[in-house]
């Protein structure tokens, strides 16, 4: 079992910056890969980002274009989201997602195990 914690979350101006971090307990983090999903109020929720478990691939969302990177230190448990060039519709809930397995997924449906989510909130 593998329990996740974000933070990072907050307040920031349109154009600025947020490193959102994922804490996760358990032996099995190293290998599953981790994802980033959100879900702005009123919508669905919507795929960030995703990472293999080694951290050699990585694949992200069409409105994502270059704004977003995901890393992951797999000695500390943690899986990082930077968020560069932020615009108000980037304004939602995001959450930490992982997997049992490997491979990096796009949907949601695939990953066992969800955070509490953090808020990002973006201002014009």
């Known amino acids: 079992q593998v329990q996740l914690v974000e933070s990072g979350g907050g307040l920031v101006q349109a154009g600025g910056s947020l490193r959102l971090s994922c804490a996760a307990s358990g032996r099995t983090f190293s290998s599953g890969a981790m994802g980033w999903f959100r879900r702005a109020p009123g919508k669905e929720r919507e795929f960030v980002a995703t990472i293999t478990f080694s951290g050699s691939t990585t694949y992200y969302g069409d409105f994502v274009k270059g704004r977003f990177t995901i890393s992951r230190d797999n000695a500390k448990n943690e899986v990082y989201l930077q968020m560069n060039s932020l615009k108000p519709e980037d304004t939602a809930v995001y959450y930490c997602?992982?997997?049992?397995?490997?491979?990096?997924?796009?949907?949601?449906?695939?990953?066992?195990?969800w955070g509490q989510g953090t808020q990002v909130t973006v201002s014009s």
């Open positions: 997602a992982g997997r049992m397995n490997r491979w990096a997924s796009t949907i949601t449906r695939e990953y066992d195990y």
